[in-house]
């Protein structure tokens, strides 16, 4: 069965075991205007091995691919804050968000695009510290930044990466402040893998493991019975990935990304909480 599926699994099933409802005044709404209240658990951390070439989807339904990759290609290779430029690429994830100038503010691909220690981005960075200084215990990058935080149309969910060489195998633990289980963290888990292995390929070493840490993990109330049904479903062996034509992470393109083999369960639909 794909590896993701269990995590997920024991996701929701912590979130119903010991989670705790929302009390009192919520920011989240559903498109109706309804508030959209949650349970939370608080703390929890998972680990995935990234070295073969299993792509990280969920079976027990469709995992939208191809929307998250754009999305990770936006933020990390254009560096963009452009929602425009986000739809050319066929991707609508922030278009609740745009401003009047059209962007998400100063959130995202515009921090991600930040000189840092003399790099022209924050992903320039890494990759050089991998390269030049693998023993390194500094190697992050970081997107939420305070005096910025009013700037942004929205508040960035996963927000800090670090990177770390173990013989020649690579780690990425990620740190996420905020996950929706039902949307979020499907694409966000699927995306990071795959940042995962550009990195490697680009340093030559072996993608390993990745450790998830997730602050406040939550199901929202309208999701939380189906998704209890979600899990219950036949799970599926995991779809392969491959990533063609590969030259330089600064080449990579989202098509160059294959999924072969991806069987699931029937497509659910869950609402935005916005």
Not at 22 to 33: I, L, P
Not at 172 to 181: I, P, T
Request: aromatic share 12%; proline share 3%; with cysteine.
């Amino acid at each position: 069965m794909a590896k993701i599926d269990k995590i997920y699994r024991d996701i929701v099933e912590t979130i119903d075991k010991h989670g705790v409802w929302s009390e009192g005044n919520v920011r989240t709404k559903y498109a109706d205007g309804t508030p959209a209240y949650y349970k939370s658990y608080i703390g929890y951390q998972f680990r995935l091995d990234n070295s073969t070439d299993e792509a990280h989807l969920i079976t027990t339904r469709f995992a939208p691919n191809k929307a998250p990759i754009r999305e990770l290609y936006w933020i990390w290779i254009m560096q963009s804050n452009n929602v425009d430029e986000l739809n050319k690429l066929k991707c609508k994830f922030w278009d609740e968000w745009k401003m009047a100038d059209g962007t998400i503010g100063k959130a995202y691909g515009y921090q991600i695009a930040k000189k840092t220690f003399g790099y022209k981005s924050q992903l320039d960075y890494i990759i050089n510290e991998i390269k030049k200084n693998p023993n390194s215990r500094r190697i992050m990058t970081e997107i939420w930044v305070p005096e910025e935080l009013h700037k942004m149309a929205l508040t960035p969910c996963v927000h800090l990466t670090q990177w770390s060489v173990i013989g020649n195998k690579l780690y990425l633990e990620v740190r996420q402040r905020s996950c929706d289980v039902a949307l979020g963290l499907v694409a966000n888990v699927f995306q990071y893998s795959i940042l995962h292995k550009l990195v490697a390929m680009e340093c030559g070493l072996e993608a390993a493991d990745i450790i998830w840490n997730i602050h406040n993990v939550h199901i929202y109330d309208r999701h939380m019975p189906v998704l209890l049904e979600q899990i219950k479903r036949e799970e599926f062996e995991g779809a392969t990935l491959k990533i063609e034509n590969f030259t330089s992470i600064y080449d990579f393109k989202p098509d160059d990304v294959v999924i072969e083999n991806y069987r699931y369960g029937d497509k659910i639909s869950y609402e935005v909480a916005i």
